[in-house]
């Protein structure tokens, strides 16, 4: 019997249960404002939103990889263009579009024309080194440390800081293939 | 559907357990070695103690996953045997059959390691084992009370399975 075929961004997220997106904003946006409230350091937030998102990433990826049916991608560029294409679309409901690539194929820019968790936001001027969209990061960090690569997330352009568009810098760091768990011989 | 109880095979028709259940035992392993769940359904012979069984068990999988990949004819790429190997890359087993019991093995790319234990009639449960999967990321991976990495003590996941086990045939 063949596999299943892959199933696309746009199959998978018209099959699974949606969220107002109003509310998933606003959740977010009192989320954010909570944390500000009770860690006061801009950069303490930021650390939490990331340590947040690898929380949900490490159990978002079997969410993934369960309703998608993708098989393992053969290199990293096809896993960036999962991400991009499959990924974002599938759990929020955007299409994101990958670039930059350096010569190794072991770094790449993933550009977020359109982003869910930003509208109606406004940085004020207190908050200058906010990276508000951090959970993300820490989304994509996680959920590829489960599928054995241990990357490097971070924001180039964030539209909230001034710039025209969404783009985070993806770097692959190492591929972390299993070994063998049990130390003794038996 | 048909079940085999006992080791010996004779032509006269299968006696139906009584839970109705076609399986006879299940495994889910992460891919650090640890034994997330393990349900038995019908399992009249025990050789070992639980940790060597599940010890056994996986370093069983753990080679024959190597040594299948290395093995294969037709993959121009071959690694040399020892080197461990991305999990899901290369040729995938997907289950092996001897006189008295059938079992079913899917690994996902997260490393999760699927193992069913079913009679020797038993036909391709890849779907099956997609199925459960499925019903992972619903009730244990989506449960805010699960710590990944340890074992599963949920008990709709429990009930759930069952359920779907019994169906299968």
């Not at chain 2, 790319?109 to 199925?131: A, C, H, M, Q, W």
């Amino acid at each position: 019997m063949p596999p299943a075929a892959p199933r696309s961004g746009d199959a998978i997220f018209a099959s699974v249960e949606r969220v107002n997106a109003e509310l998933f904003t606003l959740t977010y946006g009192a989320i954010v404002r909570q944390l500000l409230t009770d860690l006061e350091e801009v950069e303490e937030v930021n650390k939490q939103l990331d340590q947040m998102g690898y929380n949900i990433g490490i159990r978002l990826i079997d969410e993934f990889l369960a309703k998608s049916n993708v098989s393992r991608c053969v290199d990293f560029k096809e896993t960036a263009e999962m991400i991009a294409k499959v990924g974002f679309k599938m759990f929020l409901g955007v299409t994101a579009s990958v670039m930059n690539w350096d010569a190794d194929g072991t770094c790449c820019s993933i550009v977020l024309e359109d982003n869910p968790l930003v509208d109606f936001v406004e940085l004020p001027d207190t908050c200058q080194g906010l990276y508000y969209c951090n959970i993300l990061s820490g989304v994509i960090r996680g959920a590829l440390e489960m599928v054995a690569m241990k990357t490097e997330v971070t924001w180039i352009r964030d539209m909230l800081r001034g710039d025209d568009a969404y783009e985070l810098q993806v770097k692959l760091l190492k591929q972390v293939p299993e070994e063998y768990p049990y130390k003794d011989d038996e | 559907m048909q079940f085999f109880g006992g080791s010996e095979i004779s032509p006269s028709p299968p006696v139906p357990t009584a839970t109705g259940n076609n399986a006879h035992m299940m495994y889910v392993f992460n891919r650090n070695g640890v034994c997330l769940l393990y349900r038995e359904w019908n399992r009249p012979l025990h050789t070992l103690n639980p940790q060597q069984d599940h010890k056994l068990m996986f370093g069983l999988l753990f080679s024959l996953k190597s040594l299948t990949a290395k093995m294969d004819p037709t993959n121009a790429e071959k690694g040399n045997l020892g080197i461990p190997q991305l999990p899901g890359l290369g040729c995938s087993f997907h289950s092996f059959r001897t006189n008295t019991y059938k079992l079913s093995f899917m690994e996902t790319p997260s490393g999760i390691k699927f193992i069913l234990v079913t009679n020797p009639r038993t036909g391709d449960l890849r779907e099956t084992l997609k199925y459960i999967y499925n019903l992972y990321v619903e009730y244990v991976a989506k449960n805010p009370l699960y710590t990944p990495g340890t074992l599963i003590r949920c008990e709709l996941f429990n009930t759930a399975l069952d359920q779907y086990v019994r169906s299968i045939a």
